[in-house]
């Protein structure tokens, strides 16, 4: 891998990785299309008009501010990462990797390809291949980890929504329950991480995965190359280690990321509660105004559809985004058109828009990834990290090494401090007076003749009559 991406791609692979994300695009055009001509069809079609016709277009700015809002913490993610490691990064230059991150992944299945590009065009930014190829995985594990702690929280509070979600059948009379899938979504995203854990300090469960689980899949023809499976699953558990001891030995940092995470989280899943706002939508939720209360209500529900369209590896989701929205919000917004024109308005600013904008950015930005690296994929981050491997580990290291020599040193130093006469003023025995300190019912010192110079001797200290004029650490 490392030769096709210096040297460039061979003609004929070029053309093949190209058609691949012209289909890929296609793939969204069509399921767009397909799911607007389904929102629209029938009666729908009017209705809709009539409730685009009636919007408080106010509110769709306060959308489109609060789509560009998330990018502004992505953007500010990626400065606080890459600050660990230059104080040459720029705040406009995370946002712009966070833009060209997210068209990659929305135009490859299960956002494949997100992070391998995002990875280089950190590298055209001026951040070492091995520095972004940590960037990306310690990203990886703060917003996997955020996105777990949304989710309990939303099935804690949303339960009964939950179980009361179904695909109606009416021809059929078929009432399909949603819940096993929403379970199933909540338990693949927590499954990643609690898989990584496991794999890296269980040697046992390590060594069950990779022979039995892993060849088991192969022999039934689950997985077409094992052997690929096993040493990408290695490679992942092994940087998965180390940059979690990375993000152990930055602990503020840790905190500070985790916080922006989950604004993100918040600030995207609330914009189904503005978007029903702008086409007046009735129901419990908006019948007495606005409320925070509700915009919780409807981000907790919102993040239901992320585990729901998270098990359909479709780029984009396209499609399957907008269909099950419809079915997760289709007792709480209600009026004529309402749940199809909201859902068009939503789609339109967190998709549609963020799919022109951020292809536009990874088209002209200066610093984009070169030509021969704009077919990356998964199994493109997956070499990038076994290639850099080596070098971060020693980083790794070496940081959490030398935040625990400078504790230990700390307290060497602590205990090897004199201690203090038993007096009231340094806090008792063994107390420690920091600064200056006025010495109180002093003699005046007397000048005395210049003598010869000695040298220096030791200062003992009397019981009795002992001066501090200033005690230093």
């Known amino acids: 891998m490392p030769a096709d991406i210096n040297t460039g791609l061979e003609p004929k ?8 994300y012209v289909i890929y695009i296609l793939i969204v055009l069509i399921a767009t ?13 009017g209705k809709v008009l009539s409730a685009f016709q ?7 700015i306060l959308i489109i501010g609060l789509v560009a809002l998330s990018y502004v913490f992505e953007g500010l993610i990626l400065l606080v990462f890459c600050r660990l490691y230059t104080r040459q990064y720029k705040f406009h230059q995370g946002i712009a990797c966070a833009y060209i991150g997210q068209f990659y992944s929305n135009v490859t299945p299960g956002a494949s390809g997100g992070q391998a590009m995002q990875v280089y065009t950190l590298k055209s930014q001026g951040i070492q291949v091995s520095n972004a190829a940590s960037i990306m995985v310690m990203s990886f594990i703060l917003y996997q980890s955020s996105l777990i702690l949304f989710d309990v929280i939303a099935l804690a509070v949303e339960w009964n929504r939950v179980i009361s979600i179904n695909v109606d059948i009416t021809e059929l009379n078929w009432h399909i329950p949603m819940w096993p899938l929403i379970i199933g979504g909540f338990l693949l995203n927590i499954s990643v991480i609690f898989l990584l854990i496991t794999m890296s300090y269980s040697h046992h469960f390590h060594n069950f995965i990779l022979h039995y689980v ?31 001891k990375r993000l152990a030995s930055n602990v503020p940092v840790l905190v500070i990321q985790i916080l922006l995470y989950m604004l993100i989280l918040f600030v995207r899943n609330s914009i189904p509660y503005f978007s029903a706002f702008t086409v007046h939508a009735s129901g419990e939720m908006f019948d007495q105004g606005f409320s925070m209360i509700n915009v919780m209500h409807v981000c907790f529900l919102t993040s239901f559809h992320q585990m729901v369209t998270g098990l359909i590896p479709l780029p984009g989701s396209a499609g399957v985004s907008e269909l099950f929205y419809t079915y997760l919000f289709a007792g709480s917004f209600l ?11 939503w789609r339109t600013a967190t998709f549609h828009i963020v799919l022109l904008v951020s292809g536009f950015v990874a088209a002209f930005y200066r610093s984009r990834p070169k030509e021969p690296i704009h077919y990356a994929n998964r199994k493109t981050f997956v070499d990038l990290q076994l290639e850099t491997f080596d070098e971060r580990k020693r980083s790794a290291d070496t940081l959490y090494e030398t935040r625990q020599l400078s504790r230990k040193e700390i307290q060497r130093r602590m205990m090897e401090l ?3 006469p038993d007096d009231e003023e340094y806090g008792g025995r063994g107390g420690i007076k920091v600064g200056r300190v006025k010495a109180t019912n002093t003699k005046p010192i007397k000048k005395e003749k210049s003598k010869k110079a000695k040298p220096a001797k030791a200062l003992k200290p009397k019981k009795d009559k002992q001066q501090w004029e200033e005690w230093d650490i």
């Not at 299309?33 to 079609?45: E, H, K, P, R």
């Not at 009026?335 to 308005?345: K, M």
């Open 54 to 60: 009636g919007a408080d277009w106010r509110w769709f």
């Open 33 to 45: 299309g397909i799911s607007l001509a389904v929102s629209l069809w029938g009666d729908n079609f």
């Open 418 to 420: 004199p201690s203090l």
């Open 214 to 244: 892993v060849g088991f899949l192969g022999k039934i023809r689950l997985l077409k190359n094992p052997d690929a499976t096993r040493e990408s699953l290695r490679v992942q558990v092994e940087n998965f280690k180390i940059e979690l």
């Open 13 to 20: 692979k070029k053309k093949k990785s190209a058609l691949k």
């Open 335 to 345: 009026g004529d058109g309402v749940l199809n024109s909201s859902q068009i308005i």
